[in-house]
């Protein structure tokens, strides 16, 4: 059975930083692509960022570009987010996803896994 578990969420001020992962079990995790996804209350899930299986390639939203940066640890079966100069706009449940394709992708429809989610609230 395959399992995705974020991890790190929390409250933060504006400007702070955090860290999040996602242990992966149940797959070949290095065969995977993995993305972080995100929903507000409201709003429609969107992509954030995402990493190909061998981590040389990423893809980036504009809106959190220079700012959050995707790796993985093949490893340890884990992918991580570091988000730094959070703002408030940020303040969403991040998910991560495994997308067993070659290539990055940025499309939720395409992805076959999901984790739980985890809160990350950005307080002005």
């Known amino acids: 059975q395959v399992q995705l578990v974020e991890s790190g969420g929390g409250l933060v001020q504006a400007g702070g930083s955090l860290r999040l992962s996602c242990a992966a079990s149940?797959?070949?995790?290095?065969?995977?692509?993995m993305g972080w996804f995100r929903q507000a209350p409201g709003k429609e899930r969107e992509f954030v960022a995402a990493i190909k299986w061998s981590g040389r390639d990423t893809a980036y939203a504009e809106s959190v570009k220079g700012r959050f940066t995707i790796s993985r640890d093949n490893a340890k079966n884990t992918a991580y987010l570091q988000m730094n100069s959070l703002k408030p706009e940020d303040t969403a449940v991040y998910y991560c996803a495994a997308d067993l394709r070659l290539t990055v992708t940025i499309t939720p429809l395409e992805y076959d896994y999901w984790g739980q989610g985890t809160q990350v609230t950005v307080s002005s």
């Open positions: 149940g797959l070949t995790f290095s065969n995977y692509c």
